[in-house]
Structures are given as structure tokens and as C-alpha cells.
């Protein structure tokens, strides 16, 4: 079975994968044409372990390199998710805006971050 997205060309989506003995135990993905961080995860049993933190600087660094201008994600609006504290204590900051329910857009505390600068 392969599981996946297929995304219409052209495409500026560029993700990185943390392996730890040939499995896949996190990712993250981002999107210069708009400056979204797409998705972030963490296996559970990898978590606070800084690997999430790493991938997120990684691509965050990745689309300032690429001119994003704006970066951007949509993460929970309940304060009791792990996400809620997990960006803001990156220095991700509310926009006001929303696109989908129960959840909210943060942006990088800093419109002016540069590549090499990541915020994390």
C-alpha cells in the first residue's frame, strides 16, 4: 500500500523527515508560495526530544531562504493542546485570523526574520 499527497505542479512544498533506525519519526513541511508550515509531527515516543523543534527551524529557515515573506500556520485554539504552547513558546504569535473551526493562524513573532535567524 502507498499512502500520500499528490500535489499539482508547480509546487514550492519542500519537507524534511527525522529517520531513527530506518523509521520515520517526525516531519515537517512548508510552502514558499505562500509561506505556510504545512504540517509538523512527532511519533509519540519521540516527543521532547527537540526533534520537532529542529524540523520546524529547518523549514521556517527554508522559506525565509526562498523569500517567504510572511510564515505562517494554523495550529489549535484550545490552550489545553500540546500545540497551543509548543509554537507560542517558539515565538509564534496569533494573527486573528481562522480558517478552519477550533483552530487559529500564528505567525512568526518576527516579520523580518531572515534565513539562518530561525526563531527557534
Known sequence: MKI???LP???KVKAWECVCESRVVGHC???????EIVS???LPNYERLGIGRRLLALVVDW?????A???WLHAPSDPSRRAYG???????RPSGETLIPDHEILMTGDPNIKPGQAIL
Do not use: D, K, M, Q
Open 69 to 71: 515573506t510572511r510564515i
Open 4 to 6: 500520500g499527497i499528490t
Open 40 to 42: 509538523l509531527s512527532v
Open 86 to 92: 509548543f509554537y507560542r513558546a517558539l515565538g509564534f
Open 63 to 67: 522559506l525565509c531562504a526562498e523569500g
Open 9 to 11: 505542479p508547480p509546487t
Open 29 to 35: 513541511a512548508g510552502n514558499a508560495a505562500t509561506g
